[in-house]
Structure formats: structure tokens, C-alpha cells
């Protein structure tokens, strides 16, 4: 069975203080990991699909890696605005179903 | 509109309701889905239909009922439900039902069953 472990669960951080997320996952053939933030009361955002270990893909503070079994989600720099719960799905080959991790709540004081 | 759409927002509901829950996507894709989401529990998938069709249903109770009559709009009709059914209901959307299809979603049904 896939599993999809996301550390730490929650994360406080100075507005300015770089930190890393991590997931880490168990799963035969992954085809894809995807990284989504989510705000209080809403849906997940999409962020980045990572196809492959090695891979990097970036967006503003945001910078994620992937490697054969975990995934990094790094924060550069993070303002307040960076506040949001960061979710971490797989998806494994022939199969469109995505499990997700529990997500890191991440907090940013200014 | 744009993306993925959901109404009412906010739900309230005795067990012996009934009400629909409704999803709308302006994306063109072809596949929609429906999650659950429970305090601190990962996203908990419930159902896929692909093109119309019905690909997937998680072991879901029957008290949840969907019915998807074209691409672009999915409902979850809602039955007898209990307490422990109170979540927030996700609607999501891709091009297709592939492993490497991005899922789009909409901002969710807060649901409460008293």
C-alpha cells in the first residue's frame, strides 16, 4: 500500500527564516508527486509536479526537489503571506489515484 | 467563472436530510472527482468519473450518491447521513484520469451534520 509521510506537522517560522518540508513516501512506480498549499477553509492550490528524481522546479520562495524517496519543499525567505498548509500527493504508474500526505502546517510571524 | 466551482460553500444538515452538493469546472477536462477531508486526515478519495463514466467508488456508503451527467458538472447527493460525516467535501478536475494528470480543485463544501 502507498504511503505518504509528511514531516514536520507543523512548522513556525520568522518571516525571513529559510526552511525545508519534507514527504517521504513508499509507493511501486511512482509516476508523479505533486505539491499543493492550502488555506484555511479552501481547496488545495496547485503548486509542482515532480515526474522524476533529480528533477527541481521553483516558483517565487518555493523550490521543490525529489529524490528516490522523498520529496523537499523549501522556503526561501518566507513572508507572512507563505502562511498555509502544504500538501504532498503520489501517483504511481497505470493508476490516476492520488495519496496524500497530511500535509505541514506552516506558519510565518512577522 | 473560472476553475473549478463548488456550491453551497457552507452546509449544515440534520441525519434525515437530504440535500445535493454541486461542482462545476470551466477547464475543459474530462475527469472529476470528489474528496473527503477530515481534520488532520490526509485527503480521502470517494469517487472519479471519467468522460461521464464512473471509474472509481472507495468503498463509499451508500448514504453518498453521485451522478456526473457531462464533463463539466458532478454532484454528490446526500442522504441519512451521520455525524461522523461532517468534512470538508472536495471537488477536483483533470484532462484525464492518468497518473500524470495534474488534479485542479475547487474551494470545497464545509459540511456539518448535527
Known amino acids: 500500500e502507498d504511503q505518504v509521510t509528511q514531516s514536520p506537522e507543523a512548522l513556525r517560522l520568522q518571516e525571513g527564516e529559510s526552511s525545508s518540508l519534507n514527504c517521504s513516501y513508499t509507493?511501486?512506480?511512482?509516476?508523479?508527486l505533486f505539491w499543493y498549499r492550502q488555506d484555511p477553509g479552501k481547496g488545495p492550490e496547485f503548486l509542482f509536479t515532480?515526474?522524476?528524481a533529480g528533477e527541481e522546479k521553483e516558483k517565487e520562495r518555493l523550490k521543490a526537489t525529489l529524490t528516490k524517496k522523498e520529496s523537499f519543499l523549501h522556503i526561501t525567505a518566507p513572508k507572512p503571506e507563505d502562511s498555509a498548509t502544504y500538501l504532498c500527493?503520489?501517483?504511481?504508474?497505470?493508476?490516476?489515484?492520488?495519496?496524500f500526505g497530511a500535509g505541514t502546517t506552516v506558519t510565518v510571524r512577522a | 467563472e473560472t476553475g473549478v466551482t463548488q456550491t453551497p460553500r457552507h452546509l449544515v444538515m440534520g441525519m434525515t436530510n437530504k440535500k445535493s452538493l454541486k461542482c462545476e469546472q470551466h477547464?475543459?477536462?474530462?475527469?472529476m472527482y470528489w474528496y473527503k477531508q477530515s481534520a488532520k486526515k490526509p485527503l480521502e478519495l470517494m469517487f472519479v468519473?471519467?468522460?461521464?463514466?464512473?471509474?472509481e467508488n472507495n468503498s463509499v456508503p451508500s448514504r453518498f450518491s453521485p451522478e456526473c451527467p457531462n464533463s463539466s458538472h458532478l454532484f454528490l447527493h446526500l442522504h441519512t447521513l451521520q455525524p461522523e460525516d461532517s468534512a470538508l467535501y472536495l471537488c477536483?478536475?483533470?484532462?484525464?484520469?492518468?497518473?500524470?494528470?495534474?488534479?485542479?480543485f475547487g474551494p470545497g463544501t464545509r459540511l456539518l451534520v448535527l
Open positions: 515532480l515526474y522524476s
Open positions: 500527493a503520489v501517483s504511481r504508474s497505470n493508476d490516476y489515484k492520488l495519496s
Open positions: 468519473y471519467n468522460f461521464k463514466e464512473q471509474t
Open positions: 477536483a478536475s483533470s484532462q484525464q484520469s492518468t497518473a500524470q494528470e495534474t488534479q485542479y
Open positions: 509507493v511501486s512506480g511512482l509516476r508523479g
Open positions: 477547464l475543459g477536462h474530462n475527469a
